[in-house]
């Protein structure tokens, strides 16, 4: 689950981690408060999860009431989402800082690099020298001794050192007490006298650890629309996109392969639902979404051992039955149970495929055909 | 022979007495596993289908030679229960629960690779020696699914397995070992790891790794090749080469690393390295023809 | 530090492990308030750290109002510390169970056993196959499963296997967040239903990790008098005895031998002072606590390397000059600046020696003799 | 030849450039030590009595070999600054500073053995190879206490350890190292980890242990003698004989185990195990001259 910038700044103000002074607001009737206790210039910043806020136009440096009114104005309009407003913090460098897990060691992974405000990921393709490493035993902790390593292979002295050195130790503290996958601050800004404010936040915690810290759950402005909203609070994983054919697989791998498949013949997809795993029983549901959703044709893949091919294959025949679809569906159900399965399946009339391919072109053929 | 497990290995499985535990106990044995104890705290003194249980896994280790555990435990006691197979001197561990915290596997993965064990998963479907013996959760009854034969198949994925596993039947051949390393962004073990054993076993010709978006695994298999440290041939499938970016698709272990971990990286890593790289499962038998008949 | 069992106890409370009902009173005049609250039977508790209190007959189990008030007063009178009125919890068999450290393997170390509430150093030497002993790696905490390889090889099953597990979790939680030496229950009491009632505490936190703990002081209650309270307040080691010469040692070590020459050559000692380490600068204070006690005669014994002779003597001569003693010293100071610190002495007309033991008898010849 | 180091070996300071830090540099360069390097973090291009001061070991140790370690820090860093040692790779360390939290000190202990590193300390004087180098704080100027000689000291005491080495000199003997493994409950390193070095040590023809009430070492000692490990001949001399029981007399380490630890047990089994026991410490040069001059 990902945090919010203005979410994850809380956090870093909570462990001391100083961040600029700023408030939320949700609309811009709220602006002209906020910009009065926040003073201008200021920074109006979209609460999207989305990287590139930049570039998109998405975070403004506002010097005027007026322009603060049209931009903020702007700004809400395009996301439907929070703005945060920000006081401007006058700096001399930024720095890239952040941690998350090194799987093949077992650790969890410092990084940080001067190259402040920028994405890190071209960093580490062009320049990776430039990026700073430190693995930490988590049974042992991320030592003092380890932030200095940091600091210093920056080529930070004096307070800027000391300061890099304690905001690393907080954030760790934060990365574990939060059961964080990653958090990272980009830019740090290192101020005049060598202290830094933290100007932008990213926090990604464990969906798996979630149930220890129940102060956080997914919202609706954490989704693009309301089906995905809902179908998230069913814990399925469900995504919308502008294509042809439904997608309805259980098991993730498949899924993502049935995607690719469905590209490679030229098809496009509508939307994504993965209903493997535990949600393998909630096949009557999934089907109803998929057939609300209205696609042009809906296409079933699965190949189970736990998840029942003939439990899968009730719902879909019960789903059917009651909403009686007028789309074309293709269905490709096979694994434990598949004979009864395939037979539930053209009890309502449906031809079960054997072929998950063929399945895929089949589906493709009734959207009319590859669009390539 | 096969990698890791035959039906003479004695296994252990943690929460034999739990639904899913007591159905594949049942199954396991069934296909000849050698199933020798299971565990559930509190629960000595019964038996599941002839298998004793024992409180603790040191309680059953006292009364049985035991090589092997299958944990099949909910996420939340996965962490405790390796590190009570491990604590008992057992090497290998095969770790079904999906949804282990992320932090508990960093700390599992960290202590099996000091302790040098063979922690499998988690978030896997199991290993299976075709036709001997397997811990974990495979259709073995599917003929044309687990047919016994000469590749070696590695996997992260669990639905895909079957769909890749078919593709091999159907293009003449069967599997002489399937590990399922699992979907999670910290498997316990790496593809990389699993490698050695199938270059070694004289009864697997060439090995089929089923990947997928996300992570370095694929990228390490390629750097495996170059160095000489496996000589079979090795074709590649991976899933997510159209997912978009940022999407959440797939499993938790689908999040891209740095500047690394898309299929493109992976294909091109594999291609170099001298592997062969399905684009689609149909093309999965004509590869390894391709490779194995020349 | 030691806590003494009604703090314990209430860390125990804290924590989740159940405790008897109790209150804890200072005089007598509270006795009375506090068994009606608690109800009879129950059970007074002297609050005094050694051990052996039931022997010294300073636990008693009281049954009316009489008995308690009797028994109460004598308590008090006896050890002039507060009293622990505890109720009276009826129990099927008792265990014990501590946690400490294995300095060999660096771990935690659980001990157990169903022999609770005797002494556990006595079971050790005579039954040490009755102890289960659980190694805890701190890096990765007690986890749950050691914790049922303790109670189920003790023998338990069912609720109090369950109960135990639970309760040691939570023993350890305490023992890591206190900074424990030593954390015990003996006895647990195991009750009819298989619940557990912790009729006993011992905490000994680490004096080094007490800056970590600031709610825990050392009071006026912990010392045997005055004297060692306020030398403990100056960080002073001092101990009160009952014999002739008057013990100021630099290093502990040494201070440890001189004690032990002093017995072997017949003497006795009148009081232990330590002034090695950082107290070496406080050697004109010990000093005068060493006068201030009156033993028959002093012996000063040094043989520091930091904790320079010169500075030391000069402690010793500005004690000197300024109370000008009448009772013989005896002093052998060497090491680092031992010439200078000799000249200084003689200045104010001592004799220094050169040899430990030499300086030992002649301490015990000028107090009269060996005692032997 | 002595043991753990000799006037070649490479040494980093680190606190060097604090009182005790500074003082002990320039004695242990006069003494010969090879002091080739120090640390304190932000202090880097500063000089100590000619040594070049680094931010950190990582820095020092890129710019130098270091074999060795001397921590002249407060007790609250200690484990950090052991922990960046070991990280640098660095194997030999000599902890000096007095009241390392116990649980620190289990953790240290526990990793150092897994890293087959050689910690010594805490509340260690340090070690002293006679005459060619030290690294700690002994008063070498005194020829009466720290003459070069044949005979190996370990200690867990810094006040006795002159006293003892006076009576070594006094009976016409030297030490060819001293010890000190501090006076800690959990001491890093343990006599019976000294002994095996000493053993080897051609120019060491017997050990002089200076033992204390508490804590098991001595029967460790004791226990290595029976079994073989050590050989050569061996004078035990403890403290805390007449120590009231329940009484905390003199180090933090005379903490009594249960059912072990008190110096009867202890001189009980040294006696057992063929050691020599002195009571005092003017036996001890008697006993040198039983065992070696027979």
Redesign the interface.
């Given at each position: 689950m990902k945090l919010f910038e203005y979410q994850a700044k809380e956090l870093f103000k909570e462990i001391g981690i100083p961040v600029p002074a700023s408030t939320i607001i949700s609309g811009v009737q709220e602006l002209d408060k906020a910009i009065a206790e926040i003073g201008l210039p200021c920074v109006l910043k979209a609460q999207v999860l989305?990287?590139g806020r930049g570039k998109a136009g998405l975070v403004r440096f506002v010097r005027t009431q007026e322009e603060a009114l049209a931009e903020g104005q702007r700004i809400l309009e395009v996301t439907g989402k929070k703005l945060l407003v920000e006081a401007a913090v006058p700096f001399e460098r930024e720095m890239y800082i952040s941690i998350t897990?090194d799987?093949?060691?077992?650790?969890?992974l410092v990084?940080a690099c001067l190259e402040g405000g920028v994405d890190?990921?071209q960093i580490?393709?062009t320049m990776?020298e430039k990026i700073i490493r430190e693995k930490v035993?988590?049974?042992?902790g991320l030592?003092?001794?380890?932030a200095?390593?940091v600091m210093?292979?920056l080529g930070l002295?004096?307070t800027a050192?000391?300061e890099g050195n304690k905001i690393l130790l907080k954030l760790y503290k934060l990365f574990?007490k939060y059961?964080a996958?990653l958090v990272e601050i980009n830019p740090l800004m290192i101020l005049k006298d060598g202290t830094m404010v933290a100007a932008d936040g990213k926090f990604n915690l464990?969906?798996?650890?979630l149930?220890?810290h129940p102060q956080f759950t997914l919202t609706r402005e954490h989704y693009k629309n309301d089906v995905e909203f809902e179908a998230a609070q069913d814990g399925i994983?469900y995504?919308q996109f502008e294509g042809d054919i439904g997608m309805m697989?259980?098991?993730?791998?498949?899924?993502?392969?049935v995607?690719?498949?469905v590209?490679?013949y030229g098809g496009t997809v509508a939307n994504?639902l993965?209903f493997?795993?535990p949600n393998y029983h909630k096949a009557q549901k999934c089907m109803k979404m998929m057939l609300d959703a209205k696609p042009k044709a809906i296409l079933i893949a699965?190949?189970?051992?736990?998840?029942r091919a003939d439990v899968m294959a009730q719902g879909i025949v019960d789903a059917v039955k009651e909403l009686k679809p007028e789309i074309p569906i293709v269905a490709v159900i096979?694994?434990?149970g598949?004979e009864l399965a395939q037979e539930l399946l053209r009890s309502v009339g449906l031809n079960p495929l054997n072929?998950?391919?063929e399945a895929v072109k089949k589906a493709i053929e009734l959207v009319g055909g590859a669009s390539k | 022979m096969s990698i890791i497990i035959d039906g003479k290995t004695k296994v252990l499985i943690q929460g034999i007495t739990g639904k899913?535990g007591s159905f594949w106990a049942k199954h396991a044995k069934e296909y000849g596993t050698n199933i020798v104890a299971g565990v559930t705290p509190g629960k000595e003194g019964q038996e599941v289908d002839g298998i004793p249980v024992y409180h603790t896994v040191r309680r059953a280790a006292a009364e049985h030679k035991i090589e092997a555990s299958l944990l099949v435990v909910p996420?939340?006691f996965a962490k405790g229960a390796i590190f009570e197979v491990l604590d008992a001197g057992i090497k290998i561990i095969v770790v079904t629960a999906?949804?282990?915290?992320?932090?508990e596997?960093?700390?599992?993965?960290?202590?099996?690779?000091s302790m040098n064990a063979l922690v499998i998963g988690g978030n896997s479907?199991g290993i299976i020696s075709t036709g001997k013996a397997m811990m974990g959760?495979?259709?073995y009854w599917?003929e044309r699914v687990y047919k016994p034969g000469r590749i070696g198949v590695m996997?992260?994925?669990?639905?895909?397995?079957?769909?890749v596993t078919?593709e091999i039947v159907k293009a003449g051949y069967g599997s002489s070992s399937v590990i399922a390393v699992g979907?999670d962004?910290?498997?316990f073990t790496?593809f990389v790891e699993i490698l050695p054993l199938f270059e070694k076993d004289s009864e697997t010709d060439a090995v089929v790794m089923?990947g997928?978006?996300g992570?370095?695994m694929e990228e390490?298999v390629a750097e495996a090749i170059e160095q000489g440290i496996f000589t079979k041939p090795l074709i590649g499938f991976m899933?997510?080469?159209?997912?978009p970016k940022?999407?959440?698709?797939?499993?938790?272990g689908?999040?891209i690393t740095?500047?690394?971990g898309t299929v493109a990286d992976k294909v091109e890593a594999l291609t170099k390295a001298g592997a062969l790289v399905a684009?689609?499962?149909?093309m999965i038998g004509a590869l390894l023809d391709q490779a194995l008949k020349g």
């Open positions: 989305q990287g897990v799987p093949f060691s077992g650790s969890a990084m890190i990921e580490a393709r990776p035993d988590t049974s042992l030592m003092p001794f380890q200095d390593n210093y292979a002295s004096g050192a000391k574990i059961d996958e464990d969906d798996n650890a149930f220890k994983p995504i697989v259980a098991g993730a791998g498949l899924a993502n392969v995607f690719d498949l590209h490679y994504y993965e493997g795993g699965t190949f189970g051992t736990i998840a096979r694994g434990t598949e072929d998950t391919e | 899913e996420p939340r999906e949804g282990i915290p992320l932090h596997m960093l700390e599992v993965r960290r202590v099996a690779l479907t959760f495979f259709p599917l996997t992260r994925s669990g639905s895909l397995t079957n769909e078919a979907g962004p910290v498997p790496r089923i997928e978006i992570g370095t390490e899933g997510g080469r159209t997912a940022g999407q959440k698709m797939g499993h938790a689908a999040i740095a500047g690394k684009d689609r499962p149909s």
